[in-house]
């Protein structure tokens, strides 16, 4: 009903109220000829228009060929030095003519057209070419910036922060795929190519890490079942998916994540974007830790007809989502990071910009290329989930001194 007749627009004076007096709201509408940029925060609201032509949808083009398809082999160094080119062509354009009016590096974006399918993160703010074929050592805007993303400040006025929580329930799915494949290919992803489901051994790793560090509820192997998720996924405040994603972007609501089967075969191990559709959840947040969940089809007027756009309609206040494959075994390392972060206190932006800056400190040459590690972005809302630990602590001794004290108390009487 909404996606149809919902017609309400958040009012302008409102968007301040709604982000935060220290968050920057950034909405971008693209058309052939010119960049419209909004900025809106406590002090400022303007526009900013910037020319374009054919050249800018080439650029994006060319930026996201190189952030998904590395070239590891042939010329890497040419590569390493257009990404630099496109990556500070790109931030000039849709960042630097906003620096005056930005009164912290908090940034809310919401993405249009095809720079909705980039990571902001991985933009460049410096011109100066680097020739060392060392990707962690480049300025990213990730180093100065806290992004989130949103589809339209109306969609993330209608999910309200619910605030943070000494303890938030979690349930992780990680089903168990069981056919052979080579430990060591370092480009394993985790989506579905040929008919062939590779196991994730990562995957299984990152799903009981979470569940530890949460105290959460793990279904993985024969449990990991879509009739698990659509029974219960609904009582839980995190939901966790480590699993393969099949994408039909002929058909977007055909699009798939594949769960554990509960018969010799069929489609009873699938969930697609109908069926996300129909289970009403309470989330704060969902965790796609799965292949291209947040890409699909884009459509004027409705955006990337993504898996990760299911989740947020069917009433998660936030998802994790991929921008293209997961890497398994440093997409795992990232994901681990980003929730001990979030335990932490930490807003889930932060807790990602950790998350990856922690990573690229101690990465290889090759697995420190932004494609192994700036898929996954936040969509939706970026408030923590945790207390941090000195509040919760202290939260702690306040009720039992009061318990304590009622004792005493009632035991005088």
Known sequence: YSLKFNTRVADMKYISKLFGRQANYISYIVSDSLLYILISNR???????EKIDSSFFELVNNFRKILTNPDLDI??????IDYQVYGYKLYSLMIEPLKQYLISGNLIISPDNIISYIPFETLLTSDEIHHDLIYRTLPYMMMNFQISYTYSATLLAETKSPGRSIYNSLIAFAPVYKAPMDLDTIINGRQST?????PLPYALKEAEYVTGITDGKLRSDSSAIVSEYINYAGNYDIIHLAMHTVINNLN????KMIFAKTNGSGGDSDLNLLGIYGVPLKAKMVVLSSCNTGTGNLYRGEGVLSLARGFIYSGSKAVVMSLWEVNDASGTEIVESFYKNLKEGDSKSESMRKARIKYLRSATQMGSHPYFWSTLVIYGDNSPLYYRRFIAF????????????LIVYLRKR
């Open 43 to 49: 002090k400022h609201s303007e526009l900013v228009t």
């Open 75 to 80: 010329d890497p160094l040419k590569e390493y």
């Open 194 to 198: 040929g008919g062939v489901l590779l």
């Open 252 to 255: 977007p609501g055909s699009s």
């Open 394 to 405: 202290g939260a702690v001794i306040i009720v039992f001194l009061i318990a304590f004290l």
